[in-house]
């Protein structure tokens, strides 16, 4: 490289390195992607599951559907811990991470309504909510496994993939409360029901944690704390994803260390149960004409809305934002798997197996693609 070309890159790192210092740390999927790849555990739990070797029966998966809304809480909990962390300069990321992440669901949502429209998909939910589900599992994003955090390029997108989850779990909160009933009076109460009962039981287990006499006991109470709101959710049939959104954001803005004492308890779990999560949803797999016609939508449009919301949001944002942030979130992380985990569980049974199948299998598809085309970690 000449000197000339290392002249211009140094001002940027030095700018994108002012920004990352702007975080206090990387909270949301706190877990490396490298230590849960969807692409070997959606295969292994497809293997596992009824269709072959039939390990994970029918009745097995039912009876870990309570499980799986823990799992979805404690996703939930640690977004809410970045959300709840963003200091008043970095919201600025938020806004970012927001136009990305909308721009990507709109896309995919559009096209695959129009598109379920034209080629009549047999499918037993209304279209509209189907194409926006599909679209919401498809505007997440990770950063893949070679994030350095000593690279301020990939420690802001990080950052942004971190915070792009948090208007598709509202979002998808009302997707899940509309198939209910599909009515302005039933969102308002459902939704209200959803943010109430998550900030009950956070205010129970912040009092709880500041009282816990030694790790064990506060263990315990971590582990009851995510079974309370993840059973919550699957009772009420409301989102365990925006229960935990609400539960981590009030221990991050609450006086005390319960943020810093749910993170460090929640890590000793949280990689067995995002494992769970993803065999759950490669067992539960069905491959049918319908999830074939929806995997096509996901994979390409979610590409196209990446890379053109990324675009938008260095428009706005154009001194934060790496120019290659779009290939970085084309990583597709665990959080859209989530999503459809969720709309599996409400949903009649052909609309969610065919978003759960297309949303797994894209987002294999997604971190392939990823691992071809994320740039090249620097030399050190």
């Known amino acids: 490289m000449t000197a000339g070309r290392d002249g211009p890159a140094r001002p940027r790192a030095s700018a994108l390195g002012r920004v990352a210092g702007l975080f206090r740390t990387r909270a949301a999927l706190g877990l490396g992607p490298a230590a849960a790849p969807v692409a070997l555990f959606v295969p292994l739990g497809a293997l596992l599951g009824p269709q072959l070797l039939g390990l994970l029966t029918v009745d097995v998966l039912a009876h870990l559907d309570v499980a799986v809304s823990v799992a979805l809480a404690t996703l939930g909990v640690f977004v809410g811990i970045a959300l709840g962390r963003l200091t008043p300069p970095s919201?600025?990321?938020?806004?970012?991470?927001?136009?990305?992440?909308?721009?990507?669901?709109?896309?995919?949502?559009?096209?695959?309504?129009?598109?379920?429209?034209?080629?009549?998909?047999?499918?037993?939910?209304?279209?509209?909510?189907?194409?926006?589900?599909?679209?919401?599992?498809?505007?997440?994003?990770?950063?893949?496994?070679?994030?350095?955090?000593?690279?301020?390029?990939?420690?802001?997108?990080?950052?942004?993939?971190?915070?792009?989850?948090?208007a598709p779990i509202v979002i998808g909160a009302l997707v899940v409360i509309a198939l209910r009933e599909p009515s302005a009076w039933h969102l308002a109460r459902l939704g209200l029901a959803t943010l109430l009962a998550g900030a009950a039981v956070a205010v129970a287990g912040w009092l709880l944690f500041e009282v816990a006499r030694g790790t064990a006991e506060r263990g315990v109470y971590v582990i009851g704390v995510l079974v309370m709101l993840g059973g919550t959710a699957a009772y009420l049939a409301l989102s365990p994803l925006l229960m935990g959104l609400v539960a981590g954001t009030f221990w991050s803005l609450a006086p005390g260390h319960a943020d810093t004492i749910i993170e460090s308890d929640l890590r000793k779990v949280q990689h067995p149960l995002i494992v769970l999560l993803l065999l759950t949803a490669g067992a539960s797999l069905k491959v049918t004409p319908v999830a074939i016609w929806l995997l096509a939508p996901f994979v390409i449009f979610r590409v196209s809305g990446k890379l053109a919301g990324s675009w938008l949001a260095s428009r706005y944002a154009r001194d934060l934002l790496p120019a290659d942030l779009g290939t970085w979130l084309i990583w597709p992380g665990v959080v859209g798997i989530a999503f459809a985990l969720n709309f599996q569980q409400v949903a009649p049974p052909v609309a969610g197996e065919a978003v759960l199948t297309a949303a797994a299998l894209g987002s294999v598809a997604a971190e392939v693609l990823a691992l071809l085309v994320m740039p090249a970690a620097p030399s050190r």
């Open 91 to 166: 919201r600025r990321i938020l806004v970012c991470a927001s136009v990305e992440a909308g721009t990507t669901l709109l896309v995919v949502t559009l096209v695959t309504f129009a598109l379920a429209i034209l080629w009549q998909l047999p499918i037993d939910a209304p279209a509209l909510a189907v194409a926006l589900m599909l679209g919401i599992c498809a505007s997440v994003s990770s950063v893949g496994p070679e994030t350095a955090l000593l690279d301020p390029t990939r420690q802001v997108a990080a950052h942004i993939a971190d915070l792009d989850d948090v």
